[in-house]
């Protein structure tokens, strides 16, 4: 089970962390992804860490602004996200998998197999 949690209102420019908790399990089996979605739109890749926290890869549209990192003797994934944009501004999920070939597809929502419940993100212009 994962829980996302951080998100708010913020004005452009500003700063947020997302945490996403394991309450089941260890963490630290999967590799794991982070995701918007904005009203009417569907839901996009943002960025993702190798189970060992080795590697990550992230969107174009949040290069150089979020970090994804994660802590596996705590069980969490945390997405910071500086510079905040009013495009930004979404519902934003973590998700798991323990898929031996992730790195090739981890842009793709149907490649993990356990998703948190979302936190609101909201950046005022």
């Known amino acids: 089970q994962l829980q996302a949690s951080g998100g708010g209102l913020v004005q452009a420019g500003g700063s947020l962390r997302l945490s996403c908790a394991a309450y089941?399990?260890?963490?630290?089996?999967?590799?794991m992804g982070w995701f918007r979605q904005a009203p009417g739109k569907e839901r996009d890749f943002v960025a993702a860490?190798?189970?060992?926290?080795?590697?990550?890869y992230y969107a174009d549209s949040v290069k150089g602004r979020f970090t994804v990192s994660r802590d596996n003797a705590k069980n969490t994934v945390y997405l910071q996200m500086n510079n905040l944009k009013p495009e930004d501004s979404a519902v934003y999920y973590c998700?798991?998998?323990?898929?031996?070939?992730?790195?090739?597809?981890?842009?793709?929502?149907?490649?993990?197999?356990?998703w948190g419940q979302g936190t609101q993100v909201t950046v005022s212009s």
């Open positions: 998700a798991a998998t323990g898929r031996a070939d992730w790195a090739n597809v981890k842009t793709d929502i149907y490649t993990y197999a356990y």
């Open positions: 089941e399990g260890n963490c630290y089996r999967y590799s």
């Open positions: 860490i190798s189970w060992s926290g080795s590697s990550t």
